[in-house]
């Protein structure tokens, strides 16, 4: 795989504020989102798009993808619950939109409120909305496979409902499903065996992405394992931050940095600048001095003589 380039979404914004207690300031987010594409970052999820009673720390986001919608070159992507969350999507200007549905329904109405029922009816709806725009104003839009490893409510997820909510989700008119390792149950095993069988029912080219969690330590593998077996797209969060408020026991997603020097030192090229990343670790350090971060080679420092990939 050498020489191939791996498409990094950074979803700290999102999936990482959205854990945690403290509320960012504005400022600090522009500026978080303003370094990460400056650092090469060539996607960002910058916040969701849910009543501001429900997630307070996202409650700006509108003004979020306003501002990143400034950065040049920037793919901008948000989360949304419902129709209600993409209408808002869209008027904000969002470039791609991703809609989880839990393969747990359990999961499910306790995320969202919605049965799989209803979680589709939404995607229709969603899906009606985007084609009824001038073509080159449609966002790109992803039904997200949430708790596609297992689930803290109802234990193992059966790889064959796994599948039939990608296909219903394609149906339904998403452009391409994720799967997301939600609580971080997922092993590297199941990452290429989950990805084939998705792949089986509903094309190679509408599953390129996946999200993990590093829970249970198997972040890395279970990233290595997605490579391997063909995806291209990794979600990771600036210094670990992240995790599911309504997952009891779910933490932090894959650490961008980690996985930006894992990849630059196997010769695959992230397009990001892993010294301008470190430096943007330490404004979010400042912005949330009583959050713990990860990560361990921003603690340990790049190998002496290390070249990234990137660079050559
Ligand atoms: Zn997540």
Known sequence: MSGRGIFISEVGPRDGLQSIKSIMPTEAKKAWV????????????????????ILPQLADTAEIVAHARTIPGLNVAVLVPNFKGAQAAIAAG????????????????????????????????IAELIRSLPAGQRPHFEGGLSTAFGCTLEGVVPEQR????????????CDEVGLSDTTGYGNPAQVRSLTKAVWSAVGRDKLTGIHLHNTRGQGLANALAALDVGLTTLDASLAGLGGCPFAPGASGNIVTEDLVFMLEAMGLKTGIDIDALFATRELLAQALPDEPLYGLTPLSGLPKGFEPATRK
């Open 34 to 53: 303003s370094a990460a594409a400056a650092a090469g970052v060539p996607e960002i999820e910058v916040g969701s798009f849910v009543p501001a009673h």
């Open 94 to 125: 969002a470039h791609k939109i991703t809609i989880p549905l839990s393969v747990s329904e359990t999961h499910s109405l306790r995320n969202v409120r919605r049965s799989h029922a209803q979680m589709l009816d939404e995607v229709r709806q």
């Open 162 to 173: 796994v599948v039939e909510l990608a296909v219903a989700l394609m149906e339904a008119g």
